[in-house]
C-alpha cells in the first residue's frame, strides 16, 4: 500500500457493511503508529476508492426507497476511516441489481469499472 497512490477497497455489500473479512483486516493493518497516529503516516495523502456491488436494485438506496439510505451513507465508517488514516476519500463505486444483471450487463459493468477505477482524477466526498 506505501507503493501506490489508490487504495481500492473492492467487496460486495453485505447487510449494509463490509463482509467480517475485510474488518478483520482493517484491524490488523490499519494500526496506530504506522495508519494513524503520532507516527503513522505510511498512507497520507493517499486516495481510497471503495467499490461495491449489491443485490438489491438502486431505488432500494434512497431515503424514500426500501433500506431509506444510500450506499454512500452507508459507507461512511469508510469514509471516517480514510479520514484517520489521512487518505482522501474518493466518490465510491456502486454496482446495484447484480442478482438481476445479465451478464453481458456484468461484463460493461467490469469495464466500466475498470475505467473509473483507472481515471486520474476522480471527485473527493466531503463529510458534510
Known amino acids: 500500500m506505501e507503493q501506490h497512490d489508490r487504495i481500492i ?3 460486495p455489500f453485505y447487510w449494509y457493511s463490509t463482509p467480517s473479512l475485510l474488518k478483520k483486516w482493517e484491524d490488523e493493518v490499519l494500526v496506530y503508529g504506522w495508519a494513524f497516529g503520532s507516527t503513522g503516516d ?12 449489491t443485490g438489491g436494485a438502486a431505488e432500494n438506496y434512497s431515503p424514500n426507497g426500501e433500506f431509506e439510505y444510500t450506499v ?3 459507507l461512511r465508517p469508510l469514509q ?6 489521512g487518505t482522501s ?3 465510491p463505486y456502486v454496482l446495484n441489481g447484480v442478482n ?3 451478464d453481458e450487463e456484468l461484463e460493461q459493468s467490469a469495464k466500466d469499472y475498470v ?3 483507472l481515471t486520474p482524477e476522480l471527485e473527493a466526498l466531503a463529510l458534510r
Do not use: C, D, P
Open 42 to 53: 505510511k498512507l497520507h495523502g493517499k486516495e481510497l476508492l471503495v467499490s461495491v456491488s
Open 115 to 117: 475505467t473509473y477505477a
Open 100 to 102: 438481476h444483471l445479465s
Open 9 to 11: 477497497l473492492q467487496f
Open 72 to 74: 454512500t451513507e452507508l
Open 89 to 91: 476519500y474518493l466518490t
Open 80 to 85: 471516517a476511516t480514510s479520514n484517520l488514516i
